[in-house]
């Protein structure tokens, strides 16, 4: 049926109108719920999306722009090299996407491409795992104030960590034959202006938040929209049905599908589950996060436009991200301690939230991957040795 559609041009037309045709029917029956939802998506890039991304946008352009890439990469290169087959100056990339959230380390990489620092194969390596939430995201709003727990947040946050690197070590294998960039020397560069690149990288990161913001309330709009029709609660109640053998249940079903299409969403709906169901909902919450959402794929879909990226490379480490992260999760759940009691973890959130913050989070994570890469530079080392003996 698939290749009949793809082969008839008017069918596909036809679905896309109809469809297009059945929201705006939606938007018009519905419009306080609509414009409740809006105004939701809106809040949410007033209060989290731009305060977190617009600083970093403008910190990751200033990286490349000056120049700080190339130093970085000499210092890192022994370390991406064995690690993720990757340039020196690809570290760029993979370090603002573990502190700066969606869709970050993905500009970043396109960014390094674009400026011929690293090669169209490692581009694509690094858009396979350098997307990575933030650390205030998952340890502030997911592991506080939807799971109510510290220990949850630093959980979800580790296991992302190691199956974001766990991606990046298995597409070292991707276009294994193909041979290590080398960044051209450039004969005719002009003189840097740190003023110019400032406002240019303030001018890019307005954009770029601008896109992101308008993503983000037109797929709040659009999942309460499925909601309103019915639309996802039937999706939800007929998987249910098929998979009701394996303990499926219509309403994680439904938190599931909703976490696929707009991950804030997906989170918050998690929110109200029951105690002795987290071990589940913390592996599904780890899922959305390694998955990142329909959403948040668009907007690294904007920024790939016409760079020439594989999309397929980007799409297929998202879902082995989820998956990786999710199976972390379920497994290492009952050595951090979140089986006891709910007043338990009411008594921890109200203690936690008097002590973390941003900063903080921010410092443990510049420790985290200052420590990964000490490690890892000890690690190739041992290696060089072991292989010259």
Not at 298 to 312: A, E, Y
């Amino acid at each position: 049926m698939v290749r009949v559609i793809g082969k008839n041009k008017w069918m596909l037309e036809a679905i896309a109108g109809g469809m297009i045709l059945l929201a705006f029917a939606g938007l018009l029956a519905n419009p306080k719920e609509i414009s409740h939802a809006a105004r939701e998506g809106i809040y949410l890039c007033l209060d989290v999306i731009i305060p977190t991304l617009f600083p970093f946008f403008v910190l990751s352009t200033m990286v490349i722009e000056l120049g700080l890439a190339k130093y970085a990469g000499r210092v890192l290169e022994r370390s991406m090299r064995p690690l993720f087959r990757l340039s020196g100056a690809c570290s760029a990339a993979v370090v603002l996407g573990f502190l700066g959230g969606y869709p970050i380390g993905a500009a970043t990489a396109i960014s390094l491409y674009e400026k011929k620092l690293c090669s169209k194969t490692e581009a694509e390596r690094l858009l396979a795992f350098c997307n990575n939430s933030g650390p205030a995201f998952i340890l502030g709003a997911v592991g506080i104030g939807i799971l109510g727990s510290s220990k949850a947040g630093w959980l979800l946050y580790l296991t992302h960590m190691a199956a974001s690197v766990t991606v990046g070590m298995l597409f070292r294998f991707y276009k294994y034959k193909e041979k290590p960039w080398t960044v051209q020397p450039e004969c005719d560069s002009k003189p840097i202006i740190f003023s110019e690149v400032f406002t240019d990288s303030v001018k890019t990161a307005f954009k770029s938040v601008f896109y992101i913001c308008s993503f983000v309330i037109f797929f709040t709009v659009a999942v309460r929209l499925l909601f309103i029709s019915g639309l996802l609660p039937a999706a939800a109640s007929g998987i249910a049905m098929l998979f009701k053998a394996f303990g499926a249940e219509q309403k994680s079903v439904q938190d599931f599908l909703t976490g696929l299409i707009e991950i804030t969403s997906g989170l918050w709906s998690l929110q109200d589950s029951p105690l002795a169901q987290l071990r589940g909902q913390m592996a599904m919450a780890a899922f959305m996060l390694g998955w990142a959402g329909f959403s948040v794929h668009c907007q690294v879909l904007s920024f790939i436009g016409q760079s020439g990226l594989s999309q397929r490379t980007y799409v297929s480490g998202k879902l082995l991200h989820g998956g990786i992260s999710a199976a972390y999760t379920f497994l290492l759940f009952r050595y951090f301690g979140l089986e006891g009691q709910a007043s338990q973890a009411i008594a921890e959130q109200v203690k936690t939230i008097a002590r973390l913050n941003f900063w903080d989070t921010l410092s443990i994570t510049l420790y985290t991957v200052l420590a990964i890469g000490i490690a890892a530079t000890v690690f190739c080392r041992d290696c060089r040795r072991g292989a010259r003996s």
